[in-house]
């Protein structure tokens, strides 16, 4: 039976074989360990990383956020972006905690399956609310940076954990 690291790096073996050939370097997996952890360092609040691990103009595309009121739509063009969606991200939380579980590099593609915990700052005494995601970074060939975050959460399941209710399902 194939675990989801299988399946996860099936897909991005297959993914790759589809991009064109260029005559930039190749990423090596020490570098995918590289820009991985620094990733996590950035979200876990150590925002020297930033400029070591994103390209300038950086996009993110992302499930739009669930509020206790409809959703937001979030938009990152660019690093400065990024990092106002980070302290966004961080800000009603006493302690954010983002670890890694899971991380597969190929070619200029790290996928990274992680979790979040976080007790929010106005919260009953012992509320810690978790989140699963996955987040694809797509990195420039020639520079190594990530140019591009697809992400994934389950925020649905997080805005029920903070007390949100969404509507009718």
């Known amino acids: 039976m194939l675990g989801i690291t299988d399946v ?22 020490q570098w995918h360990d590289t820009v991985a952890g620094n990733y996590i360092k950035m979200w876990n609040g150590d925002l020297s990383y930033l400029n070591k691990s994103l390209a300038p103009n950086v996009v993110q595309y992302i499930d ?4 206790g009121n ?13 990092k106002s969606f980070i302290d966004f991200s961080r800000e009603p939380y006493a302690q954010y905690t983002f670890t890694s579980n899971i ?7 790290v996928a990274l399956r992680w979790t979040l915990s ?36 389950d925020t649905i399941n997080f805005s029920h954990q903070l007390g949100q209710t969404l509507g009718k399902v």
Do not use: H, M, W, Y
């Open 8 to 29: 996860l790096a099936a897909q991005l073996f297959e993914v790759s074989q589809d991009l064109p050939d260029r005559d930039e370097k190749a990423i090596s997996a």
């Open 103 to 109: 991380r597969i590099g190929v070619d200029n593609i």
């Open 70 to 82: 409809g959703s937001i739509e979030v938009t990152v063009t660019n690093s400065t972006a990024f």
């Open 118 to 153: 976080a007790v929010p700052k106005t919260a009953p005494a012992n509320l810690t609310v978790a989140i699963n995601g996955t987040d694809i970074l797509i990195l420039n060939r020639c520079s190594g940076l990530i140019e591009e975050v697809q992400g994934s959460s």
């Open 64 to 67: 739009r956020l669930p509020t």
